[in-house]
């Protein structure tokens, strides 16, 4: 991740993507184990399936907050019970159907590139024809 925030800015900017942003920090003795772990590639190949759905979740999780919406307003719009959104935006990969139906409740799109993360985009613009 590319900002780890601290107690402080946590206690301030508040919302569960900022504490799952919180857990995510890592020691230096608990980097150097993963970077000696990834070396072996069923493990590379793991972590990486895990990170990107820990990714997807909170880039979800932050998309919903932005829109100041709850896990239950998900719930009620999208008809996914609030336990599963919980998992989802806690790292659980979604099926590509539940993952549709946040999508459009949340009015975002879900890019996939090759080799990079997956990102929660808004709709693009459309021009008038």
Request: hydrophobic share 40%; aromatic share 2%; proline share 5%.
């Amino acid at each position: 991740m590319s900002h780890i925030i601290t107690e402080s800015e946590q206690r301030t900017e508040g919302g569960q993507a900022a504490r799952v942003r919180a857990k995510v920090k890592k020691s230096p003795r608990a980097a150097d184990l993963l970077a000696e772990k990834l070396q072996d590639s069923a493990f590379a190949d793991l972590y990486g399936e895990d990170l990107a759905a820990l990714r997807l979740g909170l880039a979800l999780c932050e998309a919903r907050e932005r829109r100041g919406l709850t896990q239950q307003d998900i719930e009620a719009r999208a008809g996914i019970p609030q336990e599963t959104l919980s998992r989802i935006e806690r790292g659980r990969m979604p099926s590509l159907g539940t993952l549709q139906k946040i999508a459009d409740v949340l009015g975002v799109q879900v890019v996939v590139r090759p080799g990079q993360a997956v990102t929660v985009e808004p709709f693009p613009e459309r021009k008038a024809a």
